[in-house]
């Protein structure tokens, strides 16, 4: 289905419910949501929220949570340096209004780490210093646990071919996507979803961009080793059935493939995602073998090749989407 003549696909902005509505007339921030290279902007939503630091801390960068770190250890050292000077005399052997002083005897007490050069000499130190010691308690251990958290989550290593093809598979177009396991120990349990988002219109003009779930041969995989090409058969039932690739790139249409996993060495399910415009679909190719057996009945994978492709030979090409189980 194409866009009236009035319409860009290229202007509709994605919704909630799948349909296409116009900008909002007040401009906010767009802020990226990304699947796999495919980037969505939503306006509106806020990244910090105050009621789950927790996610903002997890999703931020290493070098943002790094400056976040350090930052937050000036500031509070900072505070407490200010307290102890506001009252002179409470710190033995720090100058009268000496900041710097103050500030190296904080980074001290919050480590609870102290040399003995300088000490609280006041009731007033000491009760500023037993509380610095009890946040830097509490300090140590957050920043611990969120250190933690972010070396501890789990990533899938999945190598995707470059292009997906469209190629003959048993006298029926098929549609396909190679994949490789990139871990040197197996997958198991794997699961994968293959839909295409496609710009539909109505009879009343309105554009919808509609996400179909595209039918797979097999799309679970119990033991993930070596390389799996999915496969979709172009058929009548299929929503890319009659489509050109002039009809793809027109109407926008994008592959979403999502994959599930449990990595036995981690213990975890595993998730990743991978998204593909229509402009990289190659019609009347296919891929090149990856998969080999040596003279010894053994079973190779060579990672290097998932993307490499060549002329489908089965049938001549075409640019028209449609008139087994994957490879160990």
Known sequence: ??????????????????????????RGTARPVRIGAFELFTTGASRFDLRDPYHFIATMSWPVFFLCLVVSELLINSGFALLYIAVPGSIANVPAGSFVDAFFFSIETLATVGYGTMVPATRYGHVISAIEIVCGIVYTAVVTGVIFIRFSKPKVKIVYA?????????????????????????????????????????????????MHSLELALSHFPLFALTWTLMHKIDERSPLHAHSADDLIRDGVRL????????????????????YPAETIAFGMRYSDAVSWDDRGRTSADIRRVSLIEPDLAAPRSTTAGSQEPPA
């Open 1 to 26: 289905m194409r866009p009236s003549s009035d319409h860009s696909p290229k202007r509709p902005v994605l919704s909630g419910d799948n349909g296409v509505q116009r900008p909002p007339a007040r």
């Open 162 to 210: 470059e292009r997906p093809v469209v190629a003959n598979h048993n006298g029926v177009p098929t549609l396909m996507i190679r994949i490789a396991n990139g871990r040197t120990h197996v997958l198991t349990d794997a699961s994968v979803r293959l839909s295409a988002l496609i710009l539909e219109s109505t009879p009343e003009g309105q554009l919808f961009r509609r």
């Open 256 to 275: 979403m493939l999502s994959i599930e996993a449990r990595d036995p060495a981690l213990s975890v399910q595993v998730h990743d995602l991978m998204s």
